[in-house]
């Protein structure tokens, strides 16, 4: 295949996006879902993004600037969540306000431990199925076996589902803290403290970055990240010579990486608009347990027996994967990083780049998803439904999930890597 043929199919994909998810998906909000999980796909593939490579490319190239995207992202984020909060009720709202407990201590643990093994967590093992298929599918296939058996535990123990401090109004969700609810005397609802207190806990997030990339360019560790310096290094427009049908119009349309920073914005925008209209935040991990239980329905496994398992509802195994939101998101952020690979003509490369993986990296990869899967079952949630999504909505477990999520990172990094040199220096984009 071609470029030219990529980008005519990825051209072409925009417009059947549009028609075959109006015209098969049964309800609105089903299209609503496929398209937030487009755009979300398309800027975790065009920003070079991934919430993985906020501590793999820390640790392995000694480059910080997307831990600090990141936070960047979660701070302006709760900026404009606090739009829908303020002066309402938050029962009103789905939050993300998660226990404090040892389950969300293990399962950011487990999950930064996975994370660093498989290159990607679970909304990257969704775009990496468009850029390192067998590495991501491995992954996929452990991570959903994880979430599936994890199932029963994430409902009935304990340590998983009681917290240790509640707040009031984290009280009325799943217990756990709600920032704004420390604050109520300050004059502005909670919202005032809670807001500073965030910025308190990026810039010390941010300000540890600076000074752990300072420390690895005088020690000659830094190793920067190819895709950073494309990044960085991107043809400006030249606007004293512009023709609308040109490649250096198309370029800077459509095949033009994105900045980390462009692409927190848009992933921040795309969050509040998911927000805004479900009323909730962004999830990415169940889904991939279900998965594993309709597979064994193909198997003959029934729906009640699987209900029996997981202590979930029969139906969530029942509906029809493009009836189940969820799902229909996901699929979505598959469709959508395959939409900007083909416009920019790089599925066929990206594609073949890891399609060979030798055993110990499938074993790698397996242990790193199905321990991400329990992971995410112990802590409520992934880098998005345990991370994004409470810091996001004011919850204190969103800040823990992370401080454990980078430890669990770093020591499986220790373990199963070494600080490469430039002469074996190799990084995915997670």
Not at 80 to 99: Q, V
Not at 245 to 259: A, C, E, G, L, M
Request: one cysteine or more; hydrophobic letters at 50%; glycine letters at 10%.
């Amino acid at each position: 295949m071609t470029k030219t043929v990529e980008k005519v199919l990825g051209l072409l994909s925009f417009a059947l996006i549009l028609i075959l998810g109006n015209a098969l998906l049964a309800t609105d909000m089903l299209f609503f879902r496929l398209l937030i999980g487009v755009g979300f796909g398309y800027t975790l593939a065009r920003a070079y993004t991934g919430f993985a490579g906020s501590v793999n490319r820390a640790y392995r190239t000694g480059s910080t600037q997307l831990m600090r995207a990141m936070i960047f992202m979660f701070f302006i984020t709760s900026l404009m969540i606090m739009g829908f909060l303020f002066n309402s009720d938050p029962t009103n709202y789905s939050l993300w306000i998660s226990p404090i407990n040892f389950g969300l201590l293990l399962g950011a643990f487990l999950f930064g431990f996975g994370m660093s093994l498989s290159v990607c967590c679970a909304t990257g093992v969704l775009t990496d199925l468009t850029m390192g298929f067998t590495r991501a599918l491995i992954t996929l296939i452990f991570f959903g076996i994880g979430v599936f058996l994890g199932f029963p535990i994430q409902r009935t123990a304990g340590w998983v589902t009681n917290s240790w401090i509640t707040s009031p109004t984290g009280a009325k969700f799943n217990g756990g803290v709600f920032l704004p609810d420390l604050f109520k005397w300050d004059g502005f609802q909670g919202y005032l403290g809670a807001i500073l207190l965030l910025a308190i806990f990026s810039s010390i997030v941010i300000f540890t970055s600076y000074q752990y990339e300072k420390k690895r360019r005088k020690e000659k560790t830094y190793f920067g990240v190819p895709s950073e310096k494309e990044q960085e290094s991107r043809k400006k427009l030249d606007l004293s010579n512009f023709k609308f049908f040109s490649q250096d119009t198309y370029n800077h349309i459509f095949v033009k990486p994105w900045t980390l920073t462009e692409g927190a914005v848009i992933l921040s925008i795309l969050f509040v608009l998911l927000f805004g209209v479900t009323k909730a935040g962004w999830g990415a991990s169940t889904p991939h347990g279900v998965l594993i239980g309709k597979v064994l329905m193909v198997f003959g496994v029934s729906g009640e027996a699987l209900a029996e398992f997981t202590k979930m509802p029969a139906a969530t195994f029942a509906t029809p994967f493009f009836q189940n939101p969820s799902l229909v998101q996901n699929f979505g952020i598959v469709v959508g990083a395959l939409t900007y690979l083909l416009s920019a003509g790089k599925f066929v490369e990206s594609f073949k780049s890891e399609l060979r993986v030798t055993g110990k990296e499938a074993l790698l990869y397996s242990l790193g998803g199905i321990l991400m899967g329990f992971g995410t079952r112990f802590a409520n949630g992934c880098n998005v439904g345990a991370l994004y999504s409470p810091i996001a909505e004011f919850s204190l477990s969103g800040w823990i999930f992370l401080a454990f999520m980078v430890l669990g990172a770093v020591v499986s990094n220790k373990i199963f890597y070494k600080i490469p040199s430039k002469t074996d220096f190799k990084v995915n984009k997670d």
